[in-house]
């Protein structure tokens, strides 16, 4: 899998909302929140195009970026690296961390039960 860095995966979710884009619209999405200047978001552009993340056409004077990587299958395998790097591989310490510490909400309970009954069906 490729790997991005934090400011990469910014602009690859950035175009992920919507997909082709030029270089303006991906800059006007990710102006609402960065203080990026244009230079370093099309900068980032060329970086993911050379990773293998994106791809381009030329049409005219702009480049129309699409994602090469699905994000759905990025995040879950970011996530599985993340598990497997801080806590060897196992899911229950992580989430009982965040219950320890109160920061699962009773949206985040019921979803967690709804993952674990739906597993426990499949498994029969």
Known sequence: MIEL????????DALWIS????????????????????????????????KGALSFEKEGRQYIYTPCINRTDYTQKESQNFIE??????IAPLVSGFAKSEKLSQQDINELKKVIDDWEKNQK
């Open 5 to 12: 860095s934090k400011a990469e995966f910014e602009v690859l």
């Open 85 to 90: 790097r801080f806590f060897s591989g196992r």
């Open 19 to 50: 997909y082709p884009a030029n270089a303006s619209q991906i800059i006007e999405r990710l102006s609402d929140d960065k203080q990026w200047h244009e230079k370093t978001i099309k900068t980032l552009l060329g970086r993911l195009v050379k």
